[in-house]
């Protein structure tokens, strides 16, 4: 039996864009484009009928932006993870789509095997940051909160499997804890480095690294 393939929403309200990332996702085995929206109305209504496994979506839509377009989304369907793919790198643009959940934010101007890969990546439980756009959230974290001397050393260990995009429950069997305990801890770390999402969490925690 062959591997199920990673779905892709297409939001765009070019419909060239869509053509030609369509084109380019549609060649590579084990990734199908399952849709296409050029609004976020469009967008919400086949994320609620196709449940994908990626959305990649624009930042700025006719009837709406993308950082809200991405809360709505995590709303229809949790699971499903998002990839802004803008042409848009304000600092303000790219903390507001981190913050509302987004697990990757790609400028337009990306070469398409980065593409695919952030889209293998972002399925693959890893964030996917264009660089310019990780010192952007790096300098934002920073300034929220030092390194935190009060992680226990558990909450240490999942940061670290965070940063490898592990989900909770393969956390959980890799540190013989239960799912429940891992969502538990993983709320506290959140509270505790002062972040929104586990996005967030695995830049803090490379950064963190990095510093050492």
Same mark, same amino acid.
């Given at each position: 039996?062959?591997?199920?393939?990673?779905?892709?929403?297409?939001?765009?309200?070019?419909?060239?864009?869509?053509?030609? +990332?369509?084109?380019?996702?549609?060649?590579?085995?084990?990734?199908?484009?399952?849709?296409?929206? !050029?609004?976020?109305?469009?967008?919400?209504? #086949?994320?609620?009928?196709?449940?994908?496994?990626?959305?990649?979506?624009?930042?700025?839509?006719?009837?709406?932006?993308? /950082?809200?377009?991405?809360?709505?989304?995590?709303?229809?369907?949790?699971?499903?993870?998002?990839?802004?793919?803008?042409?848009? /790198? !304000?600092?303000?643009?790219?903390?507001? /789509?981190? #913050?509302?959940?987004?697990?990757?934010?790609?400028?337009?101007?990306?070469?398409?095997?980065?593409?695919?890969?952030?889209? $293998?990546?972002?399925?693959?439980?890893?964030?996917?940051?264009?660089?310019? +756009?990780?010192?952007?959230?790096? @300098?934002?974290?920073?300034?929220?909160?030092?390194? @935190?001397?009060?992680?226990?050393?558990? !909450?240490?260990?999942?940061?670290?499997? +965070?940063?490898?995009?592990?989900?909770?429950? !393969?956390?959980?069997?890799?540190?013989?804890?239960?799912?429940?305990?891992? $969502?538990?801890?993983?709320?506290?770390?959140?509270?505790?480095?002062?972040?929104?999402?586990?996005?967030?969490?695995? +830049?803090?925690?490379?950064?963190?690294?990095?510093?050492?």
């Amino acid at each position: 039996m062959s591997k199920k393939n990673i779905s892709v929403l297409l939001v765009d309200d070019h419909a060239i864009v869509r053509c030609g +990332i369509r084109s380019l996702i549609e060649r590579n085995s084990g990734l199908e484009v399952c849709g296409e929206a !050029e609004n976020l109305q469009e967008a919400y209504h #086949q994320v609620s009928e196709w449940k994908p496994d990626i959305v990649l979506l624009d930042i700025k839509l006719p009837d709406g932006d993308g /950082a809200a377009g991405c809360r709505e989304i995590k709303k229809i369907s949790p699971e499903t993870k998002v990839i802004i793919l803008t042409a848009f /790198a !304000e600092d303000a643009i790219v903390l507001e /789509a981190v #913050q509302a959940g987004a697990e990757g934010y790609l400028l337009k101007n990306i070469d398409s095997k980065s593409i695919i890969t952030a889209i $293998r990546d972002v399925a693959a439980g890893k964030p996917a940051l264009d660089a310019s +756009i990780i010192s952007k959230v790096l @300098d934002v974290v920073k300034g929220k909160h030092p390194v @935190d001397d009060s992680l226990t050393p558990q !909450e240490r260990n999942i940061l670290e499997l +965070i940063s490898q995009g592990k989900t909770n429950k !393969e956390i959980g069997q890799e540190l013989f804890i239960s799912e429940k305990t891992v $969502r538990n801890n993983v709320s506290k770390i959140l509270r505790k480095i002062n972040v929104n999402n586990r996005t967030e969490a695995a +830049i803090y925690w490379s950064r963190q690294k990095s510093l050492r």
